[in-house]
């Protein structure tokens, strides 16, 4: 029926088929970027261009200390945005963020004069922290022996 009304309106189907095709391909190139994950975003302080205060779905990475969101539906535009940082981590509530999976986090990060929110589902929280994971991270507490400088019993030096 849809095709039948479209090719009344003078629409071409292979255009459609090409068009549709191009979507699929962009968003499995977007998906396979390293460190990419699907979540939504929204401003929360300041003017970011292209984003406004409600949460807009897509897919987040980071290359460095930018962050690139890819924004859905058909994956075509990339905002760019230069990170100053981090400012808190927070499970998402069920009300505010849907279809990220049980456990969502979201993330504040700043951005010159703006604040970003951005949230993943659980399973990208490690993808969604991008270079700040290492903040935290917990770091391994070393044995009694190692810190001493001695070596373990049974090993030479």
Same mark, same amino acid.
């Given at each position: 029926?849809?095709?039948?009304?479209?090719?009344?309106? &003078? *629409?071409?189907?292979?255009?459609? *088929?090409? /068009? &549709?095709?191009?979507?699929?391909?962009?968003?499995?190139?977007?998906?396979?970027?390293?460190?990419?994950?699907?979540?939504?975003?929204?401003?929360?302080?300041?003017?970011?261009?292209?984003?406004?205060?409600?949460?807009?779905?897509?897919?987040?990475?980071?290359?460095?200390?930018? /962050?690139?969101?890819?924004?859905?539906? /058909?994956?075509?535009?990339?905002?760019?945005?230069?990170?100053?940082?981090?400012?808190?981590?927070?499970?998402?509530?069920?009300?505010? *963020?849907?279809?990220?999976?049980?456990?969502?986090?979201?993330?504040?990060?700043?951005?010159?004069?703006?604040?970003?929110?951005?949230?993943?589902?659980?399973?990208?929280?490690?993808?969604?922290?991008?270079?700040?994971?290492?903040? &935290?991270?917990?770091?391994?507490?070393?044995?009694?022996?190692?810190?001493?400088?001695?070596?373990?019993?049974?090993?030479?030096?």
């Amino acid at each position: 029926m849809v095709i039948a009304l479209l090719a009344v309106l &003078g *629409v071409n189907l292979i255009v459609l *088929v090409a /068009f &549709g095709a191009s979507v699929v391909s962009r968003k499995r190139w977007v998906r396979h970027q390293p460190g990419a994950f699907r979540g939504v975003i929204r401003t929360v302080d300041g003017d970011v261009d292209g984003l406004g205060p409600k949460w807009h779905r897509g897919y987040g990475r980071w290359v460095r200390d930018v /962050f690139i969101w890819t924004k859905a539906p /058909f994956l075509f535009r990339n905002e760019l945005m230069a990170a100053d940082g981090l400012d808190g981590q927070r499970p998402g509530g069920s009300d505010e *963020v849907k279809h990220l999976g049980d456990h969502p986090v979201v993330i504040r990060v700043r951005a010159g004069d703006a604040t970003v929110e951005v949230a993943a589902g659980g399973e990208d929280s490690q993808p969604l922290l991008g270079p700040y994971g290492h903040i &935290g991270a917990a770091t391994p507490t070393a044995s009694p022996a190692a810190a001493s400088g001695a070596a373990p019993s049974g090993e030479r030096p």
